[in-house]
């Protein structure tokens, strides 16, 4: 069968387009397959980017931690240098020739056994000696005319302190002048009377009469003049009823409460008078440490207010503990002489006990303080050298060394604050 020119050419197109399709669809799987790999490609290649990021973030935080433990033991070996460096650079030798020492007064002695009195410490107070210290009243009621004496003054027994206008002390003086009138009358009636019995001109009870009346006067001047001198009031006066009150012993005035023009009672405290020259140090001693507090021991007190100091004896324990406290009250006398313990002033009481020996002792001189440790100064050949101790009893004037110290040992005593200057200079220096 023959083929029309017409069907060749749709044929050939056939084709062509079969030939187009297949062409297209090869392309597109080969496409397809490729575009797959590349991606996968793209992936692996980001899991690696990532993993070797990963990796040198890993390895920078541990090169950080490595730099960073390096960095911190650098700055402990620094720290402990620094503190060996100043631990081994802290001066305990103060070098001094002989010239220097002799200049400086420092003077050497050895440590040696000695006998300590060991005690317990007080805080007390002063306070007045009440068997010394006195409330002035007038005893008798009046207006006050005048007030020579002021607060703070020291008077002398017997001295004008004020002067009162009292009615009371009028009639008293009134009844002792009457008393004496009776009196002068009644000597003369016995003296006659007897002179006419003794001459046998009057009978003898006359006399006996006179003699018993002029008893009786005796007796009225003595009751006025008593009544008077237990008020204090002198027997006479410029004025009936002038009232001079005084001292009743030398002292001095600290309390005040009267003035001039002012009505005041029998029985008013108008004045407080005090003798200062024998004070108390009052202290309170816990149930504990009665047994170590009695009467007649040996005290030494300190003001904390000023360096001053006195010695005395336990003059008082009380027998009763209070009931809130549970403490018992103590005292010391103090004698006074130049009026520095003065009422209020805070102490501290020391009761010194037995004494003690011990084997190792030095001079409280010798004892100083350096950045809290306690030390004492050892003399070396070129100087001295500082030496940490531990301290025992102490009297106040010598002190026991219980560790640090061996007896014989030479140690700086009087002026051995020099050193401890010396040694803070040194100090300095060497921080500089």
Known sequence: MAITKKQKTAIAAIILVGALATGAALFTNIGGSSGGHDDEHAHEKEHAHEKEHAHDEKEHAHDEKHDDKAQHGKEEADAKGGKDA?????????????????????????????????????????????????????????????????????????QVLAVLASTTLSDQRSELLAAQRRLELARTTHDREKKLWEGKISAEQDYLVARNALQEAQIAVQNAQQKLTAVGASTSSSALNRYELRAPFDGMIVEKHISLGEAVADNTNVFTLSDLSAVWAEFVVSAQDLDRVRLGAKVEVRSTAFDGKAEGTVSYVGSLLGEQTRTAKARVTLTNPQMAWRPGLFVTVRVIGAAVDVPVAVPADAIQEVEGKTVVFLSAPDGFTMRAVKVGRTNGKVVEIVEGLDAGARIATANSFVLKAELGKSSAEHSH
């Open 86 to 158: 100043q631990e081994a650079g802290t001066p305990d030798r103060i070098a001094l020739t002989a010239e220097q020492i002799a200049k400086a007064g420092i003077v050497v002695q050895a440590a040696g056994a000695a006998q300590v009195s060991s005690g317990v410490e007080f805080p007390g107070e002063i306070r007045f000696n009440e068997d010394r210290t006195a409330h002035v009243v007038p005893r008798l009621a009046g207006v006050v005319e005048s007030v020579p004496a002021n607060i703070g003054q020291q008077v002398k027994k017997g």
